[in-house]
């Protein structure tokens, strides 16, 4: 399951986040900035890549060839037929278009509301694709691709910080602080120096709400593939 591996990721940042304290003990900043540093980045590569698990997992449960096309969800086929359609029209070889011309066959499938898409008229690695980020609106985009009704990134959290104490924060605004903290690290910005406690408060965030993910993918799965 996705939640386990980026469980197993958030391990390797644990260790980098224990190894800044005690570089921040002994006052060796540059070491504790450079810990901090690749943690951060290692975090969101780790929730990139969970996020990427969630959508392949839920193509490869609704795509069994099992379900009718009419029970999945509008955004998750066009996923899988706006950018084929846009091959044929835009590919200037011959051959080349009837190749794709004859894999018509296939996505129409599902658009027939009385068919079952064949095993691999879905595929895993084309919805991946989505997650280009972890941002969030590359994170909502997914999940209304997957059927979810609302934004998943709207309002708040609750998760614990470092004395066990619930604490609320915006969803949005959190992604969002992780995210530029990465992405300012990635583009070579020296001054951006988190802390060992940043780290701790964005692994807090981060499982907490990988894990509320997680449980609105197995539901959103279940609404395709549970029969009424």
Not at 136 to 147: H, T
Not at 154 to 167: A, L, Q
Request: glycine share 6%; aromatic share 4%.
């Amino acid at each position: 399951m996705a939640l386990d591996t980026f469980a197993d990721g958030m391990t390797e940042v644990e260790l980098l986040r224990e190894l800044a304290v005690a570089a921040e003990q002994r006052e060796t900043t540059e070491e504790t900035n450079a810990l901090c540093r690749a943690a951060v980045v290692l975090l969101v590569s780790h929730f990139e890549s969970f996020l990427k698990t969630i959508a392949e997992e839920y193509v490869d449960a609704v795509g069994t060839g099992e379900v009718e096309s009419s029970r999945l969800p509008r955004g998750l086929r066009e996923a899988h037929t706006l950018p084929g359609l846009e091959s044929i029209v835009t590919s200037r070889d011959e051959n080349q278009r009837s190749v794709l011309l004859k894999r018509l066959g296939g996505i129409a499938t599902l658009w027939n509301d009385g068919a079952k898409p064949p095993r691999g008229a879905l595929s895993a690695a084309t919805f991946a694709r989505i997650v280009t980020s972890a941002k969030a609106d590359i994170i909502n985009e997914l999940f209304v691709r997957m059927g979810n009704s609302t934004s998943v990134c709207d309002g708040d959290i609750e998760m614990s910080d470092s004395n066990g104490d619930i604490v609320t924060a915006s969803i949005e605004l959190s992604l969002r602080d992780v995210v530029t903290c990465r992405n300012d690290i990635a583009h070579g910005k020296a001054e951006r120096k988190p802390t060992p406690d940043d780290i701790e408060r964005y692994l807090n965030f981060l499982r907490t709400f990988a894990e509320r993910l997680q449980r609105k993918a197995l539901n959103l799965t279940a609404q395709v593939t549970e029969r009424d």
